[in-house]
């Protein structure tokens, strides 16, 4: 079916607006990559799909990450038909996995056609605040209760605790009923995750992603037991990539919810299988772009659409670059929608 098409791969360097500040780190400028999928003699019609590897955190960010995705783009039939064979490189099997289905698609960015594709439909999203000092936190936080977000998620373990807990105790005040998400990117140590979780608690938390480093299954697996927060993996999943290995870290973790970032989780059908085994274990799920330009954030978001979801999703990403691909994705308060009437300008790509 996939033996005749051609593919081209190019970077591209997305700059942000302000300094995205973690627990982990912090970045000013992010390449990623994109995968044009098209039949030979037919530079028009192509389907476009982002590899957008997330340096430091994905688990195919390696030094021949240009060779493989050069591998691929020469055997594209090979990798068309069969996505699962880059199962080891989850960002680059998006990547296919969104062309291929651009492509089928007529090359117009319908990667799921649904009603929210139709423009008839909305998916509410909840506002991130990323980390900074207590004042420029305190300013975002304000911004996203003002938009009018009703589920706001804030980035800790980067400021002092206490000055966090300042501004936990300031959104209660400000916006009793608004559900608060905590994202500590691994920031908290087993041995002292349990006392700052307690106090957490206090501020009637939704849940919190990732309270310690990923990889301690023990240690994690007795926090999800005992903790008075509901605690969402994240990292967690990165790099287990078999049905069975996923099923012996939900076995000994147990987590009350999975956060799916296909980017990182290794696409569509890959993420699917997350949410299953998730399920058979009464464990909830949503999803989260990972710092992916428009084309990323698209594929993601009509793939969502298609899964009914019933709370609020992470995929709020499209408005920290300059530089970012216009496109018909619009967000009016806590609700991304996709306008059929907009257009997409992809800028000239230097391909390879």
């Known amino acids: 079916m996939h033996t005749t098409l051609k593919a081209d791969w190019c970077r591209y360097t997305l ?27 037919s530079d028009t019609l192509c389907g476009l799909g982002e590899a957008g590897l997330f340096r430091g955190l994905s688990c195919d960010d390696r030094p021949d990450y240009e060779q493989k995705l050069a591998e691929v783009c020469g055997d594209i039939g090979r990798y068309a038909s069969d996505p699962s064979l880059l199962a080891d490189w989850p960002s680059i099997r998006f990547a296919v996995e969104t062309a291929v289905r651009d492509l089928a698609n007529g090359g117009r960015h319908i990667i799921f056609p649904s009603l929210w594709t139709a423009g008839e439909a909305a998916i509410t999203i909840n506002g991130l605040v990323w980390m900074g000092d207590r004042s420029l936190m305190s300013e975002r936080i304000a911004e996203k209760l003002a938009a009018g977000f009703s589920c706001v998620k804030v980035k800790i373990g980067g400021i002092d605790f206490d000055d966090e807990l300042s501004l936990l105790r300031f959104i209660r005040r ?54 008075p927060i509901p605690i969402a993996l994240d990292e967690e999943l990165i790099g287990i990539n078999t049905p069975g290995r996923k099923a012996a870290m939900l076995d000994a973790i147990r987590p009350q919810f999975i956060i799916l970032k296909p980017t990182l989780t290794g696409g569509f059908a890959a993420s699917e299988e997350w949410i299953r085994l998730a399920a058979e274990r009464g464990c909830g799920w949503w999803a989260t772009s990972a710092l992916e330009s428009n084309i990323g954030l698209n594929a993601i978001a009509q ?7 019933s709370m609020p999703q992470g995929l709020g990403t499209g408005q920290l670059y300059h530089n970012n691909i216009p496109s018909p994705l619009t967000l009016d308060g806590d609700r991304l929608s996709y306008s059929p009437a907009g257009e997409w300008s992809i800028p000239p790509l230097q391909w390879q």
């Open 15 to 41: 700059d942000f607006r302000f300094t995205a500040i973690t627990s982990r780190e912090r970045m000013d400028r992010k390449d990623t990559y994109y995968i044009k999928l098209c039949h030979p003699g």
């Open 174 to 227: 400000e916006a009793p009923a608004v559900t608060l998400r905590l994202d500590a990117n691994g920031a908290f140590t087993p041995a002292d995750a349990p006392g700052k979780l307690r106090r957490l608690a206090e501020f009637d938390i939704h849940s919190i992603e990732q309270p310690i480093r990923a990889g301690q299954w023990e240690a994690m697996g007795r926090l999800c037991h005992t903790s």
């Open 303 to 309: 793939w969502v659409a298609t899964l009914s979801p």
